[in-house]
């Protein structure tokens, strides 16, 4: 029983390290839309701008091969970034096809294996797992030249064969497969409601970025004209009339929804702790409805209510299917907030429904939140028994990181740490020794033990410069 407890626990963690490993290649995704609209006729009207944009598009998977493998490798260091580039080049050269869809091995070709992120995923992952095996290998003297980083690029080349042969055999039927799935979803009245549904609810694991990247980048068209465009981010830019269907309701969510969950949990907190938990629920709903980022919001109460945290998920899947319904059509890349939409409105469909949408969803929040808080008597912020409201400040970050790490057990509690967009992700050696209060008291949101010493903790956007300054710390 502990065997199989174990494997599911090394499995979800090493889903979790390839969605964080993800983040680099989709943060570059926003500055692509920026200078893709500012390149438009209405705007700039620059053609080479067109182009440089389209060139992020066009590059996708090789950027995901390069992010995943710098995700995965323990110290990040540039030859894994080349060994996917290494390993994803193979794959693409080796399973595309000539004219008559057969490739070099003869077979079925994989007609989109230039435009397939999960080639480039495999590629990044292959790398990674090269980097870690032969990064410290040393070879006889007279090779030593070649030993170390320099043989994981040549390790690479020899994943890379032996992937190319595997897949030359397995991947066509499963890339036909994910098409056909990514057709019946396309297909589905339903879809937009479970997609939005079930992202919501993977949010605290970490593994959403892997269904929402599939969306953003390689669903197909349900036109065949635009079949050489794959994922709702190209084919939007791309003028496809069917984008968005997966994504336009991030926008109601983001700029409406949320806030007003954000109201709903002020207007419930106890007189006394109103003016306490202002400034942190105002912050985070102007975040959310400038940027998109939502984190600040939902950490607020996904962690203390199992009920508001369901609940945030049917009604993100019930907006979805009303943008729908409304034929919204917008997609955001760079979180789906007023930034994007400002962005993106001339080219999206029916944008002024976006505020129609966001008005139900507004409510939707507001009312089932203040209802819930109330009836239930739901912990949120401000209403907490023995709540920890933040009191300690500081001059700098610096000194901040020291009594994060301070309470974190201190510098010999730490195996392991990374983090995320808005979480520090820890392996400790003691649980017991983390101090949750003192840490909720320095503003930390939330502190989440999981198992085998396995510790998140909710941060905010300030994670990524609190995380250097940390890992500084244990130097």
Not at 419 to 426: E, M, S, V, W, Y
Request: charged share 15%.
């Amino acid at each position: 029983m502990n065997y199989v407890k174990d494997f599911f626990s090394s499995l979800g963690d090493k889903i979790q390290l390839l969605g964080r490993s993800m983040l680099l290649a989709i943060s570059v995704m926003p500055a692509a839309a920026i200078i893709n609209r500012l390149a438009d006729g209405d705007l700039l009207g620059i053609p080479f701008l067109k182009e440089a944009a389209w060139t992020i598009f066009a590059i996708i998977p090789i950027m995901f091969a390069i992010s995943v493998a710098g995700g995965i490798a323990k110290d990040k260091n540039v030859a894994a970034g080349l060994s996917g580039v290494i390993i994803y080049e193979v794959l693409v050269r080796t399973l595309e096809g000539n004219e008559e869809g057969i490739n070099s091995f003869g077979r079925i070709a994989v007609q989109n294996a230039r435009s397939n992120i999960l080639l480039g995923i495999i590629a990044g992952v292959l790398a990674g797992i090269a980097y870690n095996q032969f990064k410290d290998k040393q070879l006889p003297s007279g090779l030593a030249f070649f030993g170390g980083r320099r043989l994981v690029a040549i390790m690479a080349l020899s994943y890379a064969v032996i992937a190319s042969i595997v897949l030359s055999f397995i991947f066509p039927p499963v890339n036909n497969l994910i098409y056909n799935f990514g057709v019946a979803i396309g297909d589905m009245a339903s879809g937009p409601f479970w997609y939005a549904f079930t992202t919501r609810l993977l949010i605290p694991t970490g593994l959403h970025h892997i269904p929402i990247s599939y969306i953003q980048f390689q669903l197909p068209s349900m036109l065949s004209e635009f079949a050489h465009l794959e994922g709702e981010i190209p084919r939007f830019f791309g003028g496809d009339p069917t984008a968005g269907t997966f994504l336009s309701g991030n926008f109601p969510i983001m700029m409406f929804g949320l806030p007003g969950a954000a109201l709903a949990i002020y207007r419930t907190a106890k007189p006394e702790n109103k003016q306490k938990v202002k400034g942190l629920l105002l912050g985070a709903a102007f975040t959310s409805f400038l940027t998109g980022i939502t984190e600040p919001i939902e950490f607020s109460f996904i962690f203390v209510s199992p009920i508001l945290f369901v609940l945030h998920a049917v009604i993100n899947g019930v907006t979805n299917l009303l943008s729908n319904l409304f034929n919204i059509g917008i997609v955001g890349v760079g979180g789906s907030g007023f930034i994007d939409y400002v962005l993106q409105f001339p080219q999206a469909r029916n944008p002024l429904m976006v505020i129609v949408v966001g008005m139900i969803s507004f409510a939707l929040y507001y009312f089932s939140f203040t209802f819930l808080i109330r009836k239930l008597d739901i912990g949120t912020p401000g209403r907490e028994k023995g709540a920890t409201v933040a009191t300690e400040e500081f001059k700098t970050e610096d000194e901040r990181a020291i009594k994060i790490l301070e309470y974190l057990g201190g510098k010999e509690n730490i195996i392991d740490l990374d983090n995320c967009i808005t979480r520090l992700r820890l392996v400790v050696d003691d649980m017991d020794r983390i101090n949750v209060d003192k840490l909720k008291g320095i503003g930390m949101r939330e502190v989440i033990k999981l198992t085998n010493g396995k510790v998140q903790v909710i941060v905010g956007l300030e994670v990524e410069q609190l995380a250097p300054k940390i890992k500084t710390l244990l130097t």
